[in-house]
């Protein structure tokens, strides 16, 4: 009996350490304690130590069990089914939908409808595409603010930079009868045949008076956005479209009279820059957009994504490419405005009130952008960190995985 009761504590204080020392499932605790509590009715030697070590046999024998399929799984696939059956026809009509819609574009489509302009009636200038063959004028010429145009075969040079006398339109080259004042000539552009199409708009003495005191407000004319416009040299861009010169358009400006009233052209003129900056910078940096943004884009993302698997660098790349972010939006909004007050401060100033006023505008723009990308990145500095560790940590898992 007392032998009895010294052991009580003695096993209250292996039940403890037990406890403290956890097991491998639910039952291995019990296990333990049975076998102790079997192991103390007989001798403390070997008949104790061997029930331990069956009791620590069959509890890792019912722990790996747990990895063994029953006898009747047939796999993870075998009662699945589909959960959304909406979604699922959504989906199948999508496809549909895009096969056909290919199929049809395949059959019925022309990608050249895409590269090539297109003139006021729908043509697509430099292809038979459409009703008419177009296919000896591959380029156009703009006539107003809405980009109508006409197809040509070449774009059209003036020495003298401006006519006032001639007018190109929608059914060619115009002048009035009794116009002897004109410097070029029916012939000086060769423009598509648009005698049946159907927008076609005809010039006649009335509506396309050739006068510079009235010309401008004519229904030909209308101040830029009719069917006719002064006949200007032109310069190419992107092979296929013909932009007015800006010397051109200022010379004009000289010529025609309109009396009291200033003379608006800026709408035409903004549109034409626009357009020829558009082009132009695409064209001129065609190679560059190429390379930088298709090859080199493709390499840095595939080395910026293996170098995130590096845990020491982790931290360094995510918060520089942050970093980086932000400067280079306010690097770009101060280099805007710089060249903004340069352009003011330029005499005689070349560029127009407009553009100076944009630049402004867009850096300031890009000055708020910044500061707002900035001030996110201080209130969410804990929710970076967060996305960091779980990177880092799934960074660790595919590292362990056997290739």
Do not use: H
């Not at 056909?100 to 595409?129: E, H, K, Q, W």
């Not at 010169?245 to 200022?250: D, G, I, Q």
């Not at 995510?318 to 280079?328: A, Q, Y």
């Not at 630049?359 to 967060?386: A, D, N, P």
């Amino acid at each position: 009996m007392g032998r009895q009761r010294d052991e009580q504590p003695r096993r209250k204080r292996n039940d403890r350490r037990e406890r403290r020392r956890g097991s491998r499932d639910s039952g291995g605790w019990r296990d333990a304690k049975e076998s102790r509590f079997r192991g103390s009715r007989g001798s403390r030697g070997s008949r104790g130590s061997r029930g331990s070590r069956d009791s620590r046999s069959r509890s890792s024998d019912k722990y790996d069990r747990r990895f063994e399929a029953p006898a009747d799984f047939d796999g993870p696939i075998a009662n699945r089914s589909c959960t959304d059956l909406l979604f699922a026809l959504l989906m199948l009509i999508l496809w549909g939908a895009m096969t056909g819609l290919g199929i049809y574009s395949y059959n019925n489509g022309d990608y050249r409808a895409v590269l090539y302009p297109m003139d006021y009636d729908g043509n697509i200038c430099g292809t038979d595409f459409s009703d008419k063959d177009m296919t000896n004028y591959s380029k156009i010429v703009y006539i107003n603010n809405f980009g109508g145009g006409v197809c040509v075969n070449e774009c059209p040079k003036v020495e003298a930079l401006v006519d006032v006398r001639t007018l190109l339109t929608y059914n060619g080259v115009f002048q009035m009868d009794k116009e002897k004042d004109a410097i070029l000539g029916l012939d000086y552009v060769d423009v598509a045949d648009y005698s049946t199409a159907e927008n076609l708009k005809v010039c006649d003495d009335t509506n396309c008076d050739t006068d510079p005191t009235v010309s401008w407000y004519k229904l030909g004319i209308s101040m830029g956005y009719g069917f006719a416009y002064y006949a200007v040299d032109t310069v190419e861009i992107l092979g296929v479209r013909c932009i007015a010169n800006p010397s051109s358009l200022e010379m004009l400006k000289t010529q025609i009279d309109t009396g009291n009233d200033p003379l608006d052209i800026e709408a035409w003129t903004i549109t034409q820059e626009f357009l020829r900056n558009l082009y132009g910078d695409i064209f001129e940096a065609r190679y560059y957009v190429l390379t930088f943004g298709i090859a080199a884009a493709l390499v840095i993302g595939f080395l910026y994504a293996q170098l995130l698997r590096f845990q020491p660098l982790l931290g360094i790349m995510i918060w520089g490419s942050i970093f980086c972010t932000i400067g280079i939006i306010l690097g770009t909004g101060g280099y805007a405005y710089t060249v903004a007050q340069d352009w003011k401060a330029a005499d005689p100033q070349v560029r127009t009130d407009f553009d100076i006023q944009g630049t402004e505008i867009f850096s300031y723009c890009l000055f708020g952008l910044g500061s707002i990308v900035l001030f996110l990145t201080i209130f969410l500095r804990k929710q970076i960190m967060l996305a960091m560790a779980c990177v880092r940590e799934a960074s660790r898992s595919i590292a362990a995985m056997p290739l």
